[in-house]
């Protein structure tokens, strides 16, 4: 079923007080749903290299337990590693064909992390857990059965919207800059671990950043403060070169620092990510696919890293409904927002929701009987393509992460 039908609630840039976090690429969170994604995506390509057809997966239960070092200013050890578990569900043989499961596994993971973390080490700084086991046969046999589209392997459901409020914009943006390559070669004694909290309140947006400086290139005490004020001006000039919309724009930097307390009052880190010692990190923590936590959004429960990409409404709705809701704003004259809900039903094949609502914001004498026809249109070809968008996502195209 197909509803399209005005938005009726308070548009988020219309709320006095809207509220947005993001984590970061070294965020104990954000590494675990990436890797994980990475991994769905490796065993995705070995399936489709070995029986041309992607297999039941799903490895979207993951654990990064922190491990344990010692740090002083100008250096320290790792005493115990960081260790992952990797969870959930493979397939591991097929027509007497085996497929090295574990070896993918850990190869992506270890890839990932040499393509991310700049400072650890994949061999020596973390160790891998393997809870992997076969499917079970219901599951599994929905991709045994005929058809170019699978069925849907849950009851879910997921929503999307666009465009991205200016608050989102700023936290994503931010974030993004703060990890970028040339951050990281104007300031490389910052870490990965970066998260990013947004406050608006009414039209002044307030930013408060968290992101360690590396033990290694930190001397003193002394030297710590001096370049952490460095980093927080790049922050404030970058903010006030991209930053518009807002009457004014301020930045707290790792506010729980104290001067004179010396290790203990300094947010330094070995490795670049709190993993290495202070934080665990499990898959669908982190952000949602769009990159960040709307706290004033509508938001789904699922978590899309790690889910085959095939079957699992939680990995394809969540992404399809942001795409769908961007797609309907790009090219329908007169829609200013969209909202898009998609709903499965276990064993349905997953281009055919149960139900699929748009709710529009419409422009000034604007209505959605203007419009219905084209969004229908919109969504209906976006259903239609889901078995070259699954390959899609079973390629890595789309961050889920």
Not at 88 to 116: C, Q, Y
Request: proline letters at 4%; glycine letters at 10%.
């Amino acid at each position: 079923m197909l509803v399209v039908e005005e938005f009726h609630g308070t548009q988020v840039t219309q709320q006095r007080v809207e509220i947005v976090e993001r984590k970061g690429t070294g965020h104990p969170d954000q590494i675990c749903d990436c890797i994980m994604d990475s991994i769905s995506v490796a065993l995705s390509q070995a399936y489709l290299s070995e029986f041309g057809t992607i297999l039941h997966h799903n490895i979207d239960k993951g654990l990064l337990a922190a491990g344990r070092v010692e740090m002083r200013f100008g250096g320290g050890e790792v005493i115990e590693p960081m260790e992952l578990t990797i969870g959930d569900r493979a397939t591991f043989s097929l027509a007497g064909k085996e497929i090295p499961v574990h070896d993918i596994a850990v190869g992506a993971a270890k890839a990932w992390i040499s393509r991310n973390l700049r400072h650890v080490d994949p061999e020596r700084h973390v160790s891998y857990r393997l809870k992997l086991a076969p499917g079970s046969q219901e599951l599994t046999d929905i991709f045994a059965r005929p058809g170019a589209v699978r069925g849907a392997n849950d009851t879910s459901a997921a929503v999307g919207y666009y465009p991205l409020s200016p608050t989102e914009r700023a936290v994503l943006t931010l974030e993004r800059e703060l990890n970028s390559g040339r951050f990281k070669t104007l300031f490389p004694e910052t870490g990965e671990d970066v998260k990013v909290m947004g406050l608006r309140n009414g039209t002044e947006l307030d930013l408060t950043v968290a992101m360690p400086l590396l033990a290694g290139r930190i001397g003193s005490e002394r030297e710590y403060f001096e370049r952490k004020h460095a980093v927080e001006m790049e922050m404030r000039d970058f903010l006030e070169r991209g930053c518009r919309g807002f009457e004014r724009t301020r930045v707290h930097y790792n506010t729980l620092d104290r001067a004179g307390r010396g290790l203990a009052g300094v947010y330094l880190s070995l490795l670049g990510t709190s993993a290495e010692d202070a934080d665990s990190g499990q898959v669908g923590r982190g952000n949602r696919v769009n990159g960040l936590i709307p706290i004033a959004r509508a938001i789904g429960t699922e978590a899309a890293a790690g889910k085959n990409p095939m079957s699992h409404v939680g990995k394809i709705y969540n992404v399809l409904s942001h795409r769908m809701a961007r797609e309907i704003c790009k090219s329908v004259a007169g829609v200013r927002g969209a909202y898009v809900m998609l709903l499965s039903r276990i064993g349905d094949p997953v281009d055919r929701p149960q139900m699929a609502n748009a709710q529009l914001v419409m422009e000034p004498r604007r209505t959605v009987a203007e419009v219905e026809a084209e969004v229908r249109e919109v969504m209906q070809r976006q259903l239609s393509g889901i078995p070259e968008f699954c390959q899609a996502l079973a390629r890595g195209d789309f961050l889920v992460c």
